[in-house]
């Protein structure tokens, strides 16, 4: 009589007692080779063995894709791996927005360029000794020269009192020129040389007691400048533009730091690169 519990998978016959199984087929109570499926279970035929991460899938689908970064979108092409990716459209974090601008390292005290290390901020007392000193060097010699000509010119004449007038037209132009040249060629004037100030552009920055260029000099001085010539605003215009940089916390830059994209910086405190 059969045994029901020996019975064989589908449309096999088991070896008998003694006998030598046939090839491909195993014996009754033989263990199971290396590489070969025990008695009783059935092969794992289709079992695709899973693909190391990222690697295509040889059944044709579709490839494991890696998880973005946590806590941004997925690196961008080009893109160094480790940056944070910033939102679509937007640069990186830390990276300049626009070309020509600093990097902001420490808000109001720190900025940085490309080709340059970390650079102090000149502060608003520096600057406002440059003003003064430079104001001194110019306005000086003006006023001695205004007050000869009222007393030779406006005495013997009253009808040239507008002589007078000519004192906020002359003294602009003599500053624009003063400044402009020193800037341009230096990046700084006698007064920000004492007070360890340093007028920088992008370009400019990375190289020691380089100046802007007459573009960026002139560009500043006139916004800075001009505004003083219109009647009865004039010096209130030219006040708001001195307290202009206490309006940026980030670059310290004034209205006429931005029209000419300048910065100014300290040079006591400049690291040496």
Known sequence: MTNPYSQQPFGQQPAGFGQQAQPGQQAFGQQAQPGQQPFGQQGQQGQQVQQPFGQPSPSGGFPQQPFPPSGGFPQQPGQPYGVPGGFPGQPPMGAPAFPGQARIVVPGAQIQFPNTGPLVL?????????????????????????????????????????????MA?????????????????????????????RVVTANSAGQHGAGTGSGPAFTRLAVMILPALVPFLGGFISLLMMLSPFFDEQARQGWHDKAAKTYVISTKAMPMY
């Open 122 to 166: 000149g502060t608003m007392g520096s600057r406002f000794l440059a003003r003064l000193v430079d104001g001194l060097i110019i306005g000086f010699p003006l006023g001695i020269i205004m007050m000869i000509l009222q007393f030779a010119v406006v005495a013997s004449d009253p009808d040239m009192w507008w002589v007078v007038l000519l």
């Open 169 to 197: 037209p002359l003294y602009s132009i003599a500053m624009l020129l003063y400044e402009g040249m020193m800037i341009s060629s230096r990046g700084a004037t006698v007064g920000k040389s004492v007070a360890g100030l």
